[in-house]
C-alpha cells in the first residue's frame, strides 16, 4: 500500500529555509553519451545518493526497460533508508484516457510515493511533436494528473522546454502549470531543456511565474483529496515550484541559483553533471553553494562531508573519468602551486580559499612542479607524514632533485605518487619491496590484422629471481600483466590494482619518431587513486617506468601506517 507519510527525517530541518535536492542522475544523468548503466550500477548509485540524504531519487521510467521495472521491484525488497525513490514518465498519449493507458500501469506498478510526470509547455512540441492540438495536450496532462492521484500517488510536474515555452507563448505555457495545479500537482518544476536560457531571463520568468500563482484560485476536487503538505498551509500553499536546467550554454547551476533567489523550493540536477549533450546542473557544485554559502538546508553536515566521496565513487561505478578540476569534489578544487600561495595558504587558508574543503570531504593539496619553492617541499611531505624542518638540507636536496628531473620532462603535479616515492628516495627512507632486472616485448603481427605483445620480466624478491611472461593486448598491457604476475605471489593486493587511465605526451615534436614521451598511469585499488609518470626517448621505457612505480606506491599505499615517517633536523 502506497502511504501518504513523509519520512520523519524530512522534518529535521526548519521549513522556511528548507530546500528539496532532487537527483535525476540514474534518469537525465544516465543519458550522458559514453554513459552506461548495469542494474547493479543504478542501485549501488541509489544507495550512494542515499547516504548523503538526497530527499528525491528518481530511479528511471518503469515500463520504459525491464531493467527499470527490475529496479523498482529490487527497492522495494531491500528499501532505502530515507528518500523518495520517484518513478517518471509522460503525460498519456493523445486521443486515449489515463485509465487505459499501459504505460501508466507500469509507473503504478512500480509502487512509489511519488510520480514525476512531463508534459509540454511550449506550443511548437505539442503541434510538431506530438502531432496534436493545443487543447488535447491540456486534457493529457490534467487526465494523467488525475488519474495518478486518484491511485494514492503525489505528484511532480516536470514542465518540459518551460522557458522557450513561455518566451514564444506566454498565456498557454502559464495554462498549462494552471491546468497541472488544479489536477492535484504538489510541485511545479520549471524545465529549460535546451539549456539557452541565461540567469537574468530565468531570475524574471521565475520571478513572474510565482506571482501568478498567487493570483490563482485553486480549489480542493474529490478525485484528489489532499495530502501532508510538505510545506505548511493551505491548498495554494501547497503548490510549490522548483527548476531543472541543462547546461549547454554553460550556466546550468548559475541558472539553478538565480531560481532559488527568487523562491523556488525544489532544484533537479545530477552528481557531477551528468546529462545529455553538455549535462545537467552539477549538485556537487549546487549543494555546498545553497548550503554553505546561501544558509539553504539542503542536507545533513554529517552528510556534506561525504560529498566528495559520493562524486568519486559515483564516477568510478560509471566508469567515467572524474574532472581534477570539478569545483568543490574536484582533486584540484584546493590544489596550490605557486610557491608564494602556498607559502600563504600555510600561514591562512583562507588567503587563497573560498571555504574550508573538509567541509564537502575534500583535501588541500600542495601541487609540486619547476614552480615550487620549499614551502612546497615541507607542506607536500606533511601530507605524506613527513615533518620535514625547514633547515634540513634534505629539503633542498629534494627541491634541486625535482626540478632537475622537471628540466628532463618529468611532471609531479600529475603524478603525485612519483614524487612521494621521489621524497622517500632522497631520504634514504624508499622501502625496496622488489627490483627489476629486466624486460623484454615482443610484438607479432598475425595473418589477420592482429596485434599479439608478449612481455618477458626478471625480477627479485626477497632475494629471489622470477622471470615470468605474459600476453597483453598491447605492449604496455602485456608488460603490466608480466609484471603482476611475477608479484602476486609475494604481494597479493597487486590483484586488486587497476590500470585506469594511461596517458602519452610527446615532448619534443620536431623530433619526429626519436622524440622524447612522457608517460602518465593512473591505478586504483576501488578506493584510492594514484598516478605515476615516465620519461624516457623510448615508450616502452617510459611506460615501464611508470607501470614498475604504481605498482610499488599501491604497495606503499596499503601499508601506510608501517611506512609513517618523522625526519628532523640534521
Not at 160 to 182: P, Q, S
Not at 364 to 383: C, E, H, P, Y
Not at 455 to 482: F, H, M, R, W, Y
Request: charged residues 25%.
Amino acid at each position: 500500500m502506497v502511504s501518504d507519510i513523509l519520512p520523519i527525517s524530512r522534518s529535521q530541518f526548519p521549513m522556511t529555509n528548507r530546500l528539496w535536492i532532487y537527483d535525476t542522475t540514474l534518469r537525465d544523468g544516465a543519458q550522458c553519451e559514453g554513459l552506461s548503466l548495469s542494474l547493479e550500477d543504478k542501485l549501488r548509485i541509489a544507495r550512494q545518493l542515499d547516504s548523503l540524504g538526497i530527499p528525491f531519487i528518481e530511479g528511471g521510467w518503469p515500463g520504459a526497460n525491464p531493467k527499470d521495472v527490475q529496479f523498482f521491484w529490487r527497492l522495494k525488497e531491500q528499501p532505502l533508508t530515507q528518500a523518495e525513490v520517484v518513478a517518471f514518465c509522460s503525460t498519456r498519449r493523445p486521443g486515449t484516457t489515463a485509465a487505459n493507458d499501459e504505460m501508466l500501469q507500469a509507473i503504478l506498478s512500480a509502487g512509489t510515493r511519488w510520480v514525476t510526470l512531463f508534459g509540454k509547455s511550449w506550443d511548437l512540441h505539442v503541434i510538431e511533436s506530438l502531432k496534436t492540438t493545443l487543447e488535447e495536450n491540456l486534457a493529457m496532462i490534467r487526465d494523467t494528473i488525475e488519474y495518478l492521484r486518484s491511485q494514492g500517488r503525489r505528484v511532480i510536474y516536470d514542465a518540459e522546454h518551460w522557458f522557450d515555452g513561455y518566451k514564444h507563448n506566454r498565456d498557454y505555457a502559464i495554462k498549462t502549470l494552471e491546468v497541472a495545479a488544479d489536477a492535484g500537482a504538489e510541485w511545479l518544476v520549471l524545465c529549460d531543456t535546451n539549456g539557452g536560457t541565461l540567469p537574468h531571463e530565468v531570475s524574471q520568468v521565475v520571478r513572474e511565474v510565482a506571482e501568478i500563482i498567487e493570483s490563482w484560485d485553486i480549489s480542493e476536487s474529490e478525485i484528489h483529496p489532499p495530502q501532508p503538505p510538505l510545506i505548511k498551509g493551505g491548498r495554494k500553499s501547497q503548490i510549490q515550484l522548483g527548476v531543472h536546467t541543462h547546461n549547454d550554454s554553460g550556466v546550468a547551476v548559475a541558472n539553478a541559483l538565480a531560481a532559488v533567489r527568487e523562491g523556488v523550493r525544489m532544484v533537479q540536477g545530477t552528481i557531477n553533471g551528468y546529462g545529455e549533450r553538455c549535462g545537467n546542473a552539477n549538485l556537487c557544485s549546487l549543494i555546498p553553494n545553497f548550503q554553505i554559502k546561501l544558509g539553504y538546508d539542503c542536507i545533513q553536515d554529517e552528510q556534506l562531508v561525504k560529498l566528495t566521496q559520493v562524486s568519486r565513487s559515483i564516477s568510478e561505478i560509471v566508469n567515467l573519468a572524474p574532472d581534477d578540476h570539478a569545483p568543490f569534489v574536484g582533486l584540484s578544487a584546493f590544489a596550490h602551486k605557486g610557491g608564494i600561495h602556498v607559502s600563504a595558504v600555510e600561514k591562512n587558508p583562507l588567503t587563497y580559499e573560498h571555504l574550508e574543503p573538509e567541509k564537502i570531504g575534500n583535501r588541500r593539496r600542495i601541487v609540486i612542479s619547476d614552480q615550487a619553492g620549499l614551502s612546497n617541499v615541507l607542506a607536500k611531505a606533511r601530507t605524506f607524514g613527513m615533518d620535514l624542518d625547514r633547515k634540513n638540507p634534505a629539503c633542498r636536496q629534494i627541491l634541486e632533485k625535482l626540478k632537475d628531473l622537471e628540466s628532463q620532462g618529468y611532471q609531479f603535479e600529475g603524478a603525485e605518487a612519483s614524487f612521494e616515492l621521489l621524497m622517500r628516495e632522497a631520504l634514504g627512507k624508499r622501502k625496496r619491496l622488489f627490483e627489476i632486472k629486466g624486460f623484454q616485448v615482443h610484438c607479432d603481427k598475425g595473418r589477420e590484422e592482429t596485434v599479439n605483445s608478449l612481455a618477458t620480466v626478471k625480477v627479485t624478491v626477497n632475494g629471489q629471481d622470477i622471470l615470468e611472461c605474459a600476453e597483453g593486448n598491447g605492449p604496455v598491457s602485456a608488460l603490466d600483466a608480466a609484471l603482476r604476475k611475477a608479484l602476486r605471489n609475494f604481494y597479493p593486493a597487486i590483484t586488486d590494482f587497476n590500470l585506469t587511465d594511461y596517458k602519452v605526451r610527446i615532448l619534443d615534436g620536431c623530433a619526429g619518431t626519436s622524440a622524447k614521451t612522457r608517460v602518465l598511469v593512473e591505478f586504483s585499488n576501488g578506493q584510492d587513486r594514484w598516478t605515476t609518470v615516465g620519461v624516457s626517448g623510448n615508450i616502452l621505457d617510459a611506460s615501464y617506468q611508470a607501470v614498475v612505480e604504481g605498482l610499488e606506491y599501491g604497495l606503499v599505499l596499503g601499508d601506510r601506517e608501517a611506512i609513517v615517517l618523522t625526519v628532523s633536523s640534521y
